[in-house]
């Protein structure tokens, strides 16, 4: 039983760039959280989503930062005109529900040259 | 705001001995409370959870202790191993409303001298 895929799990991109991450959540897994992590800080959540359906943005910055979590397909979290600010490492987690525990992927570091 | 802080942001052990780290968090609503391993590197792994209608759960040589009352919780490890060497983060997330969100403290980097 496969864990909590993301790719690519390294990405770099150019100032101005679209970046586009990828997370399948574990079989049977319909609850998806995406965390940015600083280098040597804690995650910080950014959105929760459950089948096409956005739960909890409360974490995503207004403008650049868009989230999916299709029918069929993995979630995708997508920045747009990437700053370097943006260069961190965003995990995936998922869950079978809310209240259940979480089980993180291996991440995508995302390097802003 | 919701907020968890963590103590200490290092700590060095000798193989053998007991480490303790420890977490308060500010919203009383939170009951769920799950520990994170992260070796370098790597995804970050579940290695013990704790509900709030309980106040103690242990797991081989990980244990965990939760005081509702004062919002503070702590996870315990004895007879360390060098393997036990990494950055752990608490967590707390209330379960109750519209999110499961977890909000992490700022980690602990454990090190296990041989």
Sequence with gaps: ??????????????????????????????????????????????????????????????????????????SILRIQQVVRGDSAAYFCASSPGKDQPQHFGDGTRLSIL | GENVEQ????????????????????????????????????????????????GEKKDQRIAVTLNKTAKHFSLHITETQPEDSAVYFCAASKASGNTGKLIFGQGTTLQVKP
């Design chain 2, 7 to 54: 103590h200490p942001s290092t700590l060095s052990v000798q193989e053998g001995d007991s480490a303790v780290i420890k977490c308060t968090y500010s919203d009383s609503a939170s009951n769920y409370f799950p520990w994170y391993k992260q070796e370098l590197g790597k995804r970050p792994q579940l290695i013990i959870d704790i509900r709030s209608n309980v």
């Design chain 1, 1 to 74: 039983n496969a864990g909590v895929m993301q790719n690519p799990r390294h990405l770099v991109r150019r100032r101005g760039q679209e970046a586009r991450l990828r997370c399948s959540p574990v079989k049977g897994h319909s609850h998806v959280y995406w965390y940015r992590q600083l280098p040597e800080e804690g995650l910080k959540f950014m959105v929760y989503l459950q089948k096409e359906n956005i739960i909890d943005e409360s974490g995503m910055p207004k403008e650049r930062f868009s989230a999916e979590f299709p029918k069929e397909g993995p």
